[in-house]
């Protein structure tokens, strides 16, 4: 039997690196292709008569008003509401997650206490509070950002929790062996080690966050693109129900892009 030669290795190994990146673009390939028919099907399901329109518009007409409305102030105005009030609750939604979670994982008869407690509490719809909060605070941005803070906080303490808990002894024993104590401790061994757990969390809390801060906003009408669309349904706006419903699944998707992204920068460094 002959050796292999540095040239078949050579290309055994181009056509290894080559197969990932055809399988990626074969599944980019086939969503594109899911993506356009369903929308052609929900095109002439609609055009044909066969879905009423005032509950379903067509996905032209709502691509339309979606560029019609990109040179409007009201898209505007209500996507910069939004797009704060999501942005501050991430980000407090992340500091209270951090810092709860760290203290669910010190302490933990303090964890074995409230974690099926917290697990029931974000598997509720804990929307359902928002008269409570709505009382205390008024229908304002604050309650928003409060009610979506907490929504999003506790997945993320609990996850933070858990994958802190799930780490492996002996790195801890080494984190130990260097001296290696609080702050200097939990970024050298505890987030390192914890990192996919953690931004499984991280993912779900955000989520979560969006999502309290859209339906507030359409259960409050207190302003945001949540108010838009309550606007444009109660005048049996389909297309611009649609429209908005859009420019909040680009956010969600710009969002869930800037999270992947900083996923592999701190998975990268480590």
Known sequence: MSKPTMATTGSLLAGHRAFPRNSKRSQKLGQLIFVVGFFLILELLVRSGILNRLIIAEPSRVLLRLWQDLFTQELWTAFLVTFWEVGVALVMSLLVGLVGGGLLYHYSTVRKALQPVLVGFYSAPAILLYPVFMT?????????????????????????????????????????????????LMGKILIPAATPVLFAGFRMGLTFALIAVIGLEFLTYSGGLGRLISWRYSIFDSEGVYAAIAIVCCLAMAVNYALGVMERRIVNRF
């Open 136 to 184: 205390l605070l008024g229908p304002n941005s604050l309650m928003i950002i409060t009610m979506a803070t907490i929504m999003g906080a506790v997945p993320i303490s609990v996850n933070l929790a858990i994958g802190f808990g799930g780490i492996d002894p002996i790195l801890l024993k080494l984190g130990r062996s260097l001296n290696l104590r609080g702050p200097r």
